[in-house]
């Protein structure tokens, strides 16, 4: 199976201590019984073909194909998204777990984005319901029927059917780049659980949506931040949050692959101060202007262009992972300082709802970002996970406190050890 | 139970929070709430640096002995065999040698480098029957060992008024060849003074352009524009 648009560039810019991983997982209200989720496992192999795959290398291009059989399902780390070795990658990159009551699943990027990695992990939940309680749960709310044949348009590279041809040429300036203390082989999570309708009060009293209201905050917080660290004004670097923008939405696809697209709306600190409310409106300005279908299709025209150049196609794979590594670092990564990926209000069919406590979301860091930030509501309440590399929570502590402030209550979560980390010292 | 300074809600039982690490008052000592994720770690991914490394090292004994064994086999000495070994081993010790370590400090390894190669063009000249290694190269070596090594100390410690730095050193290499005319003319003979002047005079210029605009904050301001500085 080819990757998708999107998922070329994942392989290519890999490190050997850094992989794009992401996860989704359900928290039950009763433990996960793993032998069960091994057969609920197995039993989605045939419905999901193109999550059950492993990357291969071939003389132009990284391909997925199928495994010949199903991941086993494995306990839990200290940590989510521990590093996907290559072995792993090409043994399988779908990894599924368990931890007490939680069933987590986590992608490789290239298999697919954040509303694929939901449906899957629905389907998944809905099955092994049904196995463990005997439930008979409809294909709805995102859960697909397990024992239909996968649909064509499932497994489509959506961006080639959205492209307008016409490439948008934005020349955007770099963005601050946050840092910190790095931490190998530890990932610090941070959870934040808000009920829903005080986030939502908080979002409208400023006149925003939530994605818009977070992001706003986010970014209020960092340009705070950035305003003590450096008192010259001058000085100072554009700060931006990247938002990726689910495309289904704006093209009605049903693709489970990779179909999104970020923008990176944000404000240039040298003009001056911004009220939360002022960031909030050009942050939705922003999003609103750069998210047109019309605008998104030169996006992704922009991506898919030089996908079709014969010469381009014609270049082995060693050098083009080079040249993309190249132009990620300079056009991708470089142009915000964090991501907020807000998945939306997740429902589920309302047989499984009694047997399903939470569902979250977590992105991984990116290559040179040290944090990044996910977003998912269900229940009536939103986790907001901040995942970092690094060891100082400062942009946790400042934008939760924040949050605190604007009357959004917060209850904390953290996989932080109390005491020092074996080997943290090093 | 709430973090005071945070304001944040936090599980039963935490001891501080995690964000402050502000200790929370937890007068009826609540028992710690589940905790969220296994005490399990990934085995940490292998270094492939060491392997590398190590071929790296076997590559050039075997390159240095297949040349010592080829001189003394055919030319019954060591002969030219000596600047291969020599060679070799400058290659290893300024290049493959720093990253055996985790942490490479260039204040130990740049001088380490510098005084290998004086360490060679010592044998050469030993070998050559020369007498130039005392009043030229071992000077001059050092001459820009010093330099290097000023100029990696300047700029690690603290990016604070690159300008005046950046004109200082450029100062300093300027009236540094004119020491190198006189160890040149020491060594060799000649007339004092017939190249030095010329870096002296362009890298003295360039070097005091930039320090005023390190001390003049409208120069430096426009010089930073203009340079992405």
């Not at chain 2, 055919?74 to 002969?79: D, K, Q, S």
């Given at each position: 199976m080819r990757l998708d648009n999107a998922a070329l560039i994942f392989p290519a810019i890999r490190r050997r201590r850094w992989v794009n991983v992401f996860r989704v997982s359900a928290t039950l209200t009763e433990p996960v019984e793993p032998a069960v989720l091994q057969q609920a496992v197995t039993e989605l192999m045939p419905r999901f073909p193109s999550m059950y795959v492993r990357l291969r290398t071939g003389v ?367 | ?229």
């Open positions: 132009f291009w990284y391909y997925l194909e199928e495994v010949p059989a199903p991941p086993t399902v494995r306990e839990d780390y200290a940590y989510p998204l521990t590093l996907m070795q290559e072995k792993e990658l090409r043994t399988c990159c779908l990894r599924i777990m368990y931890f007490r009551n939680r069933i987590a699943v986590e992608f490789f990027h290239s298999l697919t984005d954040g509303t694929g990695g939901m449906v899957y992990l629905k389907t998944l939940t809905a099955r092994y319901l049904s196995l463990r309680y005997g439930l008979e749960i409809p294909a709805e709310e995102g859960v697909l029927d397990w024992q239909e044949a996968p649909r064509a348009e499932e497994l489509e590279d959506s961006f080639f059917r959205h492209t307008n041809g016409v490439t948008l040429n934005d020349h955007e300036p770099d963005a601050l780049r946050l840092k910190g203390t790095y931490e190998p082989n530890f990932l610090y999570l941070t959870t934040g659980v808000v009920p829903t309708q005080s986030l939502v009060e908080a979002s409208h009293r400023c006149g925003a949506t939530v994605t818009v209201f977070l992001s706003a905050v986010m970014e209020e917080t960092i340009l705070r931040w950035q305003a003590e660290s450096c008192p010259n004004r001058r000085k100072r670097k554009p700060v931006k949050v990247t938002v990726p923008i689910n495309l289904r939405r704006l093209y009605g696809s049903s693709t489970l692959r990779n179909f999104v697209l970020a923008l990176n709306p944000g404000v240039d600190p040298r003009m001056g101060d911004y009220t939360l409310e002022q960031l909030c409106k050009r942050m939705a300005a922003q999003l609103a202007a750069e998210g047109t279908p019309q605008q998104m299709a030169g996006r992704i025209a922009a991506n898919v262009n030089p996908q079709n150049v014969t010469l381009i196609r014609a270049v082995p794979l060693p050098i083009k992972n080079v040249i993309m590594g190249i132009v990620y670092s300079m056009r991708g990564e470089s142009k915000g300082c964090i991501n907020l990926s807000n998945l939306g209000r997740i429902r589920l069919p309302a047989a499984m709802e009694p047997y399903v406590r939470r569902m979250e979301f977590i992105i991984g860091t990116q290559r040179s970002y040290p944090n990044n930030c996910s977003v998912a509501s269900y229940g009536g309440e939103t986790y907001i996970n901040m995942i970092r590399n690094i060891r100082e929570p400062e942009l946790e502590r400042r934008f939760f406190s924040r949050l605190v402030e604007l009357g959004v209550p917060v209850y904390l979560e953290s996989n932080a050890p109390e005491s020092p980390r074996k080997g943290a010292e090093s | 139970m709430y973090c005071v300074k945070c304001g944040v809600r936090l599980p039963e039982g935490t001891a501080r929070c995690p964000l402050c690490d502000t200790p929370v008052w937890d007068p009826e000592g609540s028992a710690s709430a589940a905790p969220t994720f296994s005490d399990r770690y990934p085995a940490p991914p292998k270094s492939r640096r060491y392997p590398f490394l190590a071929f790296l090292t076997a590559l050039l004994l075997a390159v240095s002995l297949s040349a010592l064994i080829f001189c003394l086999r055919n030319l019954h000495g060591v002969y030219w065999s000596g600047y291969v070994m020599l060679g070799c081993a400058l290659v290893y010790f300024a290049v493959i040698f720093p990253f055996w370590f985790e942490r490479r400090e260039p204040l130990i390894f740049v001088p380490l480098g510098f005084l290998l190669t004086a360490g060679y063009l010592l044998y050469i000249c030993l070998y050559t029957g020369g007498s130039w290694f005392l009043s030229f190269a071992f000077p001059v070596t050092m001459l820009v060992c010093l330099l290097t090594t000023a100029a990696i100390a300047l700029f690690r410690f603290g990016k604070r008024r690159r300008l005046l730095k950046i004109g200082a050193l450029l100062v300093l290499i300027g009236c540094s060849t004119m020491l190198v005319e006189l160890f040149q003319v020491i060594s060799f003979g000649g007339r004092m003074f017939t190249w030095s002047l010329y870096p002296v005079c362009a890298f003295s210029l360039v070097g005091l352009f930039l320090i005023l605009c390190g001390v003049i904050p409208p120069w430096r301001a426009y010089v930073e524009r203009k340079l992405f500085l």
